[in-house]
């Protein structure tokens, strides 16, 4: 026999939808704890997070790999906006207004020239800078423990790090007297690094000469000018202009028998003299860190500027004999990268 079955009523129908929304909810909530909050944002058709970036190189590609490492994945659960500014600093501003425009949720920055004109740019968007010298001179931060607005990051200048590279070409370049050092007036990283140069190249019976350079079309005169002043050897530091152009300085000071000291490892596997400094690959890959952070509702106020705890000397033989230098053993001994 059959029996039968009565028809559910309306409000039992009504109860058994809202059981079965709530496990759904509960469902997709768990499995969603175990991903990144950008790829939650994609759920429903919710556009995916946007990252900014002025000025893309390779060296950004440790960059993308950190925060591939940290789950995400281009144009599944993040994108990013690309501006180019080469450097000059009213392009600057203009591609951080056009990125805070759009807008992004993160805006990220190498150096402080670019990292003064997302400031500028907005007052809201995150902002995670990288290398900057002095971010609280500068005025980006508040400190370094708690940056107090919308900037974060992290910094590539450490104690005695300016000295420490003059006392190494010092004792790499025999009669060394003059040294010339290729900066950008607008980049306060740059200003700061100056103003160290100043006590530390006299306290070591040197003499330094002081090349500026705001623009790409200054290039040319710059050097001429710093030729003129028959230097012994030359400083630079990785500022966005100055990177523009590190192929013809690397020629350039080849070319005129100079031996120079750069920032990163990059500089010397590039065919330059030396290096020494926070490894710049590694605060790239630092920031990514700093984006899954606020991409996770950390506010940047409240996320520590970090300052390097590695330094690598990095020298090039093979330039070195294409200079007639000899690189004292000491000197070898203490490097973390020798090219030859």
């Known amino acids: 026999m059959r029996y039968a079955v009565a028809p559910a009523s309306l409000g039992q129908r009504m109860q058994v939808n809202r059981l079965r929304r709530r496990e759904f909810i509960t469902l997709l909530g768990g499995a969603a704890v175990a991903r990144p909050r950008a790829a939650r944002a994609q759920q429903g058709g919710v556009r ?5 970036i ?46 805070a425009s759009l807008p992004v949720n993160v805006l990220v920055v190498y150096g402080s020239s670019a990292t003064r004109a997302a400031r500028q ?18 005025r980006f931060v508040t400190n370094l423990a708690r940056p107090g607005g ?9 104690p005695e790090l300016v000295g420490k590279r003059i006392e190494i070409l010092k004792e790499c370049v025999p009669g060394l007297a003059r040294v010339a050092f290729l900066w950008n007036p ?19 019976g040197l003499q330094l000469i002081s090349v500026p350079m705001r623009t790409s079309g200054e290039y040319e005169g710059a050097f001429a000018a710093m030729m003129q002043r028959q230097p012994n050897a030359f400083v630079t530091q990785n500022d966005p202009l100055i990177l523009q152009h590190i192929g013809q300085i690397i020629d350039f000071v080849a070319e005129h028998r100079l031996p120079a000291m750069y920032q990163a490892k990059e500089n010397v596997e ?32 409240d996320l520590p500027v970090e300052q390097p705890t590695k330094f690598e000397l990095s020298i090039n033989l093979k330039t070195a004999k294409a200079l007639g230098l000899d690189i004292p053993a000491t000197v070898l001994a203490r490097a973390d990268a020798v090219i030859e």
């Open 270 to 301: 590039a065919g330059g003299l030396m290096a020494y400094g926070a490894t710049l690959s590694d605060l790239f890959t630092r920031s990514a860190w700093y984006v899954h952070r606020i991409l996770q509702g950390a506010k940047p106020a």
């Open 54 to 99: 002025i000025d893309d190189a390779p060296i950004w590609d440790h960059f993308r790999q950190g925060l591939h490492d940290l789950g995400y994945i281009e144009g599944r659960n993040i994108a990013f906006e690309y501006r180019s500014a080469e450097g000059d600093f009213d392009r600057l501003r203009q591609a951080a207004r056009e990125l």
């Open 150 to 158: 919308n900037v974060t990051g992290t910094t590539n200048l450490g």
């Open 186 to 204: 607008d980049n306060d990283s740059n200003l700061a690094f100056l103003e160290e140069l100043i006590i530390a190249v006299p306290a070591l």
């Open 48 to 52: 995916i997070p946007r990252i900014g």
């Open 121 to 138: 740019a907005t007052s809201t968007i995150p902002i995670v800078m990288i290398g900057v010298g002095d971010p609280v001179r500068a």
